[in-house]
């Protein structure tokens, strides 16, 4: 979900959805660097293309052009390797750069931003979203670390509400947090809905309009001046 909170994105760092166990070193040569990136950029193609429970260690390799050997020697199992696909890919689907926020004093100009931003790199990654849904569902411990970088966000929200409450930009009877709870799950789940979700008969939505009203709704539901 898109932060509001622009001094909130440096600092610590959000919680990973990546189970450390999973996940290996590097490999020290360059050969092998590049050799485990090939297997993850496979992973990830057959991870979206079958979905999380279908794909296969030898669709992988196939993918990679690779011995099932040369898979054993970076990854032991499926879970390994969609550990590395999801470490690779986190920080662009959840964590868009601030780089991308103009640096205004408007709170209206920064939340569209902000919002454009997210949206952009839920869109760029739809596939993997879609997939991450349903690992959620069929593995607990992976389910709690994607609960918890969503309330990571939910709160870093909080901060920016209450700070726009402080320079008298939102409404000050607003509870932050559940302000912050509702107005976040409403672009994530648009966002899903639009993006990730498959299916025929859908019109497509202009993305410029999807940027404009989950901003908007945002606005007005803070009561930003002139936009409530």
């Known amino acids: 979900m898109a932060s509001i909170a622009s001094d909130d994105w440096e600092g610590s760092p959000l919680p990973s959805m990546v189970n450390p166990a999973l996940l290996r070193d590097t490999p020290a040569t360059e050969r092998g660097a590049r050799r485990r990136s090939e ?78 931003a997210y949206l952009e790199a839920y869109r760029r990654n739809a596939k993997l979203m879609a997939l991450l849904e349903q690992v959620a569902n069929v593995d607990p411990t992976f389910r709690e670390l994607r609960r918890r970088r969503g309330e990571a966000f939910i709160h870093r929200n909080a901060r920016g509400i209450a700070d726009l409450q402080k320079r008298g930009y939102a409404d000050p009877d607003l509870d932050p947090m559940l302000a912050s709870r509702a107005l976040s799950s409403m672009v994530s789940r648009v966002a899903f809905s639009l993006f990730a979700r498959s299916g025929s008969g859908r019109e497509p939505v202009d993305f410029e309009q999807v940027v404009f009203t989950v901003t908007r709704i945002w606005a007005n539901g803070l009561r930003f001046p002139g936009h409530a």
């Open 39 to 116: 297997l993850v950029a496979a992973a990830r193609k057959v991870f979206e293309r079958s979905g999380y429970l279908d794909a296969r260690l030898t669709d992988i390799t196939k993918e990679a052009k690779c011995s099932t050997g040369s898979f054993y020697t970076y990854f032991k199992n499926k879970e390994e390797v969609f550990a590395a696909v999801l470490e690779v890919a986190q920080q662009d689907m959840l964590h868009p750069g601030m780089d991308r926020v103009p640096d205004s004093d408007d709170p209206y100009a920064v939340l569209e931003a902000s919002n454009r």
